[in-house]
């Protein structure tokens, strides 16, 4: 099992530049959620999914966009970058949902930086 | 979600024991506690979870006292990979409001050798 896999494990982007964050899971969960951490702060929720084809928006959801077309992968699509969306983003996925009595499984991270 | 109210760094040294506490005074009946470890450049990790009295297992020790405004995680004997960014979570099963977990600053350990 790799668990949860992210691509790439960083990246440059120019201002208006767009990209997609790659997110995979092999443990057949059908929760996922990407996440962003600003430096030394905690992690906030941009979008969350509770099985393929159902996405819906988390707390900071602007500038991103999500898609959800098999169990396994959750691409996150930034459209026209800027510099506020430099952060590490933080792929997760459960069995269910976001149940603090159940195990989140997080990716190692990208770390993105806009100029 | 309770809100959770824990130190922002924590100096030890290898060998000893530390002891991280967590303070949620509005705590539910339904709430549980769950505490995540992340390392530097990774994504956080599960560690331990509890609703009352006293949780181990191999990685930690979580005290819960009767009245679960509070808890302790305790990590015996640190070691210099200990050194991380240690976050308590507070709630019931359906976690934020989107199901997600909510995450502070976390209590910043850094084990000295």
């Known amino acids: 099992n790799a668990g949860v896999t992210q691509t790439p494990k960083f990246r440059i982007l120019k201002i208006g530049q767009s990209m997609t964050l790659q997110c995979t899971q092999d443990?057949?969960?059908?929760?996922m959620y990407w996440y962003r951490q600003d430096p030394g702060m905690g992690l906030k929720l941009i979008y969350y999914?509770?099985?393929?084809?159902?996405?819906d928006k988390g707390e900071v959801p602007n500038g991103y966009n999500v898609s959800r077309s098999t169990t396994e992968d959750f691409p996150l699509r930034l459209e026209l970058a800027a510099p506020s969306q430099t952060s590490v983003y933080f792929c997760a996925s459960s069995y269910l949902r976001g149940a603090l009595t159940d195990t989140q499984y997080f990716g190692p991270g990208t770390r993105l930086t806009v100029l | 979600l309770a809100k959770t109210t824990q130190p922002i760094s924590m100096d030890s040294y290898e060998g000893q024991e530390v002891n991280i506490t967590c303070s949620h005074n509005?705590?539910?009946?339904?709430?549980?506690i769950t505490w995540y470890q992340q390392f530097p450049s990774q994504g956080p990790r599960f560690i331990i979870q509890?609703?009352?009295t006293k949780v181990t297992n191999e990685v930690a020790s979580l005290f819960i006292p009767a009245d679960r405004k509070s808890s302790t995680l305790s990590l015996p004997r640190v070691s210099l990979s200990d050194t991380a960014v240690y976050y308590c979570l507070v709630g019931d099963k359906g976690g934020g409001s989107q199901g997600n977990l909510i995450f502070g600053k976390g209590t910043k350990l850094s084990v000295k050798p």
């Open positions: 509005n705590i539910a009946t339904n709430d549980y």
């Open positions: 509890g609703y009352k």
């Open positions: 443990m057949n969960h059908n929760y």
């Open positions: 999914s509770v099985g393929a084809g159902i996405t």
